[in-house]
């Protein structure tokens, strides 16, 4: 949850002998602000300095994590068996995790494909790590989503 969020931090302050409305309208923040992180499956991720890649300058990437199939979890994985490298939790396999961010990016589907994996890779370890960090994020906050007719659970 963002704690930058004004309703947030005027949710978490302590509130001194409080009515049930002011209980109430606390709660529905918290539960507002938990609800649009949750939903939000685009990350735009910024660097401090521009990044170089063959010529070209990136001064951000864009994620769409929601834009993700089973085709491109299959694909990861066959990939992944081809170097001879077993997939156990994709959460927590940097190359998973790599892959993903591959096939999500909006910049990165302009390179030609052996070269995408190697942009990745080729980050600064602080954006690298950012990256694959809302890459994990997603996915385990998609493992625990409730289950709704929505979601077709």
């Keep these: 949850m963002k704690n930058s969020d004004p309703a947030v931090k005027k949710a978490l302050e302590p509130i001194s002998d409080p009515t049930n409305e002011e209980l109430a309208e606390a709660a529905a923040a918290i539960e507002q602000a938990a609800q649009s992180e949750s939903d939000s499956f685009v990350y735009v991720h910024t660097f401090s300095r521009p990044f170089q890649w063959e010529g070209k300058s990136y001064d951000k990437l864009t994620f769409h994590w929601d834009a993700l199939t089973g085709a491109d979890h299959l694909e990861i994985e066959f990939e992944m068996m081809k170097q001879g490298k077993t997939l156990v939790v994709p959460e927590f396999t940097g190359e998973y995790l790599c892959g993903m961010a591959v096939r999500a990016c909006d910049e990165l589907r302009n390179i030609a494909p052996p070269s995408q ?20 994020n997603f996915l385990l906050r998609s493992e625990s989503l409730p289950e709704t007719e929505g979601n077709g659970s």
């Design 117 to 136: 994996k190697n942009v990745v890779r080729a980050l600064p370890l602080k954006d690298f790590t950012a990256i694959c960090n809302r890459a994990r």
